[in-house]
């Protein structure tokens, strides 16, 4: 089976891909979409370092967009969809003050562990980070990008 499949590869290698050609368009549109996943992870670094205290997704969304976060601006929804993953992930946690109505949100333990984990080392935290963005609740807030 193994030589199977190698001889597919060399087929499709020789018939299926002699005429594919990788342009400068596509080397461009890959750098997007590098840089954007680069903007998701900072996104989501800035939204674990503004919920080491407890904040109400407004006071959030306008923290954002003060350190020049637009993508959340006109679309909290979205902001809301990413938070409420982060709670079932067990990096958020959320309570409801009942005298204001008003829902908070903070870090947890393990959040405040992979705060501290994404500042202080490189490599890691972009897999750190990479494991929160994952899904299809993000994909909500991909569109404003």
Known sequence: M???LKNLKKIMDEKTFSQV????KHRETIQNKWSNQEDKEQIVLN???LLNQE????QLA???LARGI???????????VFLHRLESKGVVQSSWI???ETKYYQLTSKGKR?????????KRSSVILQQLIGGAEWKIAESRF
């Open 114 to 122: 992979l705060l501290k984990q994404a500042e202080h080392k490189e």
């Open 55 to 58: 904040k109400t997704g407004y």
């Open 2 to 4: 193994e030589n199977r």
């Open 21 to 24: 050609r990788f342009t400068e």
């Open 98 to 100: 009942s005298k204001y």
């Open 70 to 80: 637009k993508q959340f601006n006109d679309n909290e929804g979205s902001l809301y």
């Open 62 to 64: 306008n923290l954002l």
């Open 47 to 49: 939204i674990l370092q």
